[in-house]
């Protein structure tokens, strides 16, 4: 199949913003897309001018602009796996107190693509579109133990003290993900709080997405962790068995 070159370069560029952390300058957008300068300044202009880059006033560097966000919207909205979720998350928050949350994997990580906020007033929450990576969040370990298509990190950035860092010791826990078939986040990603995930199975078996909770670590209490899993688990098994039905 032939490709239109120009626009293989612009997805390509656009691939680069979204890795970017800091932004991208135009000097290195070239040598990453292995083309001259003036041919990476044309492409990202063309993409700013339609919304799906913007250029930062201050540093003078490019990242991922507003468009994109609108379009990512779309998607969420759109999703099946995210429509036939959405009363079990609601059943997730009645039984536990504790926000829910689905994601499925995305661009090396966690995409977070609905959730139902806790009633508390003390709570954790991450936004829907949210990128979290797949070793140190309960949702991430889930789709690394069991979504076929995962692949380990290259780097275990630690976040808290708590973050696993090692790749044998994150093996390990994996397989512990897989026997026991939930994962559990215990302050890994952001000191204070815990997540329990469990995975989502479609019709073919294939885990499609993981569902989950998470909370205030005074809340979701060690000792409260396997009542709170068990319940994940039923709920978890209940969306599974509903998208079973569904070839």
Same mark, same amino acid.
């Given at each position: 199949?032939?490709?239109?070159?120009?626009?293989?370069?612009?997805?390509? @560029?656009?691939?680069?913003?979204?890795?970017?952390? &800091?932004?991208?300058?135009?000097?290195?957008?070239?040598?990453?897309?292995?083309?001259?300068?003036?041919? =990476?300044?044309?492409?990202?202009?063309?993409?700013?001018?339609?919304?799906?880059?913007?250029?930062?006033? $201050?540093?003078?560097?490019?990242?991922?602009?507003?468009?994109?966000?609108?379009?990512?919207?779309? %998607?969420?909205?759109? %999703?099946?796996?995210? $429509?036939?979720?959405?009363?079990?998350?609601?059943?997730?928050?009645?039984?536990?107190?504790?926000?829910?949350?689905? =994601?499925?994997?995305?661009?090396?990580?966690?995409?977070?693509?609905?959730?139902?906020?806790?009633?508390?007033? @003390?709570?954790?929450?991450?936004?829907?579109?949210?990128?979290?990576?797949?070793?140190?969040? =309960?949702?991430?370990?889930? @789709?690394?133990?069991?979504?076929? &298509?995962?692949?380990?990190?290259?780097?275990?950035?630690?976040?808290?003290?708590?973050?696993?860092?090692?790749?044998?010791?994150?093996?390990?826990?994996?397989?512990?993900?897989?026997?026991?078939?939930?994962?559990?986040? $215990?302050?890994?990603?952001?000191?204070?709080?815990?997540?329990?995930?469990?995975?989502?199975?479609?019709?073919?078996?294939?885990?499609?997405?993981?569902?989950?909770?998470?909370?205030?670590?005074?809340?979701?209490?060690?000792?409260?962790?396997?009542?709170?899993?068990?319940?994940?688990?039923?709920?978890?098994?209940?969306?599974?068995?509903?998208?079973?039905?569904?070839?």
């Amino acid at each position: 199949m032939s490709e239109i070159k120009s626009l293989a370069r612009g997805l390509k @560029l656009l691939e680069r913003l979204a890795l970017a952390e &800091n932004g991208a300058g135009i000097t290195e957008l070239a040598a990453q897309l292995d083309i001259d300068k003036s041919s =990476a300044s044309r492409l990202v202009q063309t993409l700013a001018s339609y919304g799906f880059a913007e250029q930062d006033p $201050d540093t003078r560097r490019y990242r991922l602009g507003p468009r994109i966000v609108t379009l990512s919207r779309y %998607m969420l909205t759109r %999703m099946p796996l995210r $429509d036939e979720a959405k009363p079990y998350l609601r059943r997730l928050v009645e039984r536990t107190g504790e926000g829910a949350h689905l =994601a499925i994997l995305s661009q090396g990580g966690a995409l977070y693509i609905d959730q139902v906020e806790s009633p508390a007033t @003390l709570r954790a929450t991450t936004g829907v579109g949210t990128v979290a990576p797949l070793h140190c969040t =309960a949702l991430g370990k889930v @789709l690394l133990a069991f979504d076929a &298509n995962a692949r380990m990190p290259e780097e275990l950035k630690a976040y808290t003290p708590r973050t696993i860092t090692s790749p044998e010791t994150l093996r390990m826990h994996l397989e512990q993900t897989r026997r026991q078939g939930y994962a559990i986040d $215990d302050e890994e990603y952001e000191y204070g709080v815990r997540c329990v995930a469990v995975p989502v199975f479609d019709y073919r078996g294939k885990a499609v997405g993981a569902i989950g909770i998470s909370g205030p670590a005074g809340r979701i209490s060690l000792e409260r962790l396997p009542e709170l899993a068990a319940i994940t688990k039923q709920i978890g098994q209940e969306l599974t068995d509903r998208l079973s039905f569904r070839p």
